[in-house]
């Protein structure tokens, strides 16, 4: 059985930083695509970040220059290290990967509030 288990989520104040990890069972991330998502209140859910297994990074424009994703296939654990947060970054985040044999897999999501 696959499971993906967010932490780290929490109320900060703007500018602060939270670092997001994410703990994979029953699934390699080495074997899938891992990334982050993320759903403010009353928005669709929107790619954060996803990395793929040399390393390569793909950021939505929000939050380019301001997160950083990455990985430990040895774990597995996935991070979402996030710094200059702002209001706008308030949402649910959730850790995702698409198994190579093309199913979805969700995690429960974390909430994160950046107070200003």
């Known amino acids: 059985q696959v499971q993906l288990v967010e932490s780290g989520g929490g109320l900060v104040q703007a500018g602060g930083s939270l670092r997001l990890s994410c703990a994979a069972s029953?699934?390699?991330?080495?074997?899938?695509?891992p990334g982050w998502y993320r759903q403010a209140p009353g928005k669709e859910r929107e790619l954060v970040a996803t990395?793929?297994?040399?390393?390569?990074?793909h950021f939505a424009d929000s939050a380019k220059g301001r997160f950083t994703i990455s990985r430990d296939n040895a774990k597995p654990m996935m991070y979402l290290q996030m710094n200059s947060l702002k209001p706008e970054d308030t949402a649910v985040y959730y850790c995702?990967?698409?198994?190579?044999?093309?199913?979805?897999?969700w995690g429960q999501g974390t909430q994160v509030t950046v107070s200003s």
């Open positions: 990395i793929t297994n040399s390393g390569g990074t």
């Open positions: 029953g699934i390699a991330f080495s074997n899938s695509f």
């Open positions: 995702h990967t698409r198994a190579a044999w093309g199913r979805d897999y």
